[in-house]
């Protein structure tokens, strides 16, 4: 495999994340999200959101891609603050189904911990996952998440599904478990991106 770089996602990047966010539901969701949902037209789905946070970028939010020259392998989008009470939301965090057991994820992860540590210290970081993906909340759980709460709520194209609340004490407790994952962020970040200061 060969060696990916790091960096700010851009509007340049939208639709290879909405095309990689929606192979990565196909694959993850089967049997949870409605089949009409996952096998209708989701990559216009995906490129309407990833449009829309791309082009108008806020501070308040860290979007990277993990990339080869053959495009996008890999990408996090995480929010400065979530729920009342809650530090950083991370909401997606996914690796192509070629390039995981790599480190990609580990590394993403790594990335939004240092971030967190700068704009939401001493508050809790967290993720939303769905109870039957056993494989990425082990992989949480292996970096220090632990399960707060479930909840049963809709899904994105219908029907429900239990999520459950996953978090860190704090950034620096995150870091400190995703520390061995560090990653070098190379290019230019736009404006809006702050990123993590490098190891
Ligand atoms: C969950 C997910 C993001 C993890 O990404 P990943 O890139 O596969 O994660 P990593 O490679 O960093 O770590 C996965 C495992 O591979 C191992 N690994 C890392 N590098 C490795 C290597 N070179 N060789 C073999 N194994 C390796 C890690 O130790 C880790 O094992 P552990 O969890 O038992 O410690 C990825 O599986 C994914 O995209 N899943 C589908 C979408 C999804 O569920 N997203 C989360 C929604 S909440």
């Known amino acids: 495999m060969t060696s990916l770089a790091y960096r ?15 192979e990565s539901w196909r694959r993850t969701y089967r049997g949870i999200f409605r089949d009409e949902f996952l096998l209708g037209d989701l990559e216009r789905e995906r490129r309407a959101v990833w449009r829309a946070r791309l082009a108008s970028p806020r501070a308040s939010t860290l979007g990277l891609v993990a990339s080869d020259e ?6 996090v989008y995480a929010f400065e603050r979530g729920d009342p009470g809650w530090g950083v939301f991370i909401d997606n965090l996914h690796v192509a189904a070629s390039h995981q ?6 590394a993403l992860l790594a990335a939004v911990a240092r971030w967190a540590s ?4 001493g508050v809790a970081p967290y993720l939303w996952v769905l109870e039957p993906n056993v494989r990425a909340r082990q992989f949480y759980e292996r970096r220090g998440a632990s ?3 479930a909840t049963v709520r809709e899904n994105p194209g219908g029907g429900t599904a239990t999520y459950l609340r996953y978090a ?6 995150m870091a400190a478990r995703t520390l061995t994952a560090c990653v070098d962020l190379v290019g230019t970040a736009p404006p ?4 993590p200061p490098s190891r």
Not at 12 to 17: D, F, K, N, P
Request: aromatic share 4%; glycine share 10%.
């Open 8 to 22: 700010a996602a851009t509007l340049a990047c939208a639709e290879e994340i909405a095309a990689l966010h929606a």
């Open 70 to 75: 053959r495009g996008v392998r890999g990408f």
């Open 101 to 106: 057991r790599a480190g990609v994820g580990a």
């Open 118 to 121: 700068h704009v939401s210290p």
């Open 147 to 149: 399960l707060r709460e």
């Open 168 to 173: 860190w004490t704090d950034p620096t407790e």
């Open 192 to 195: 809006h991106v702050r990123l």
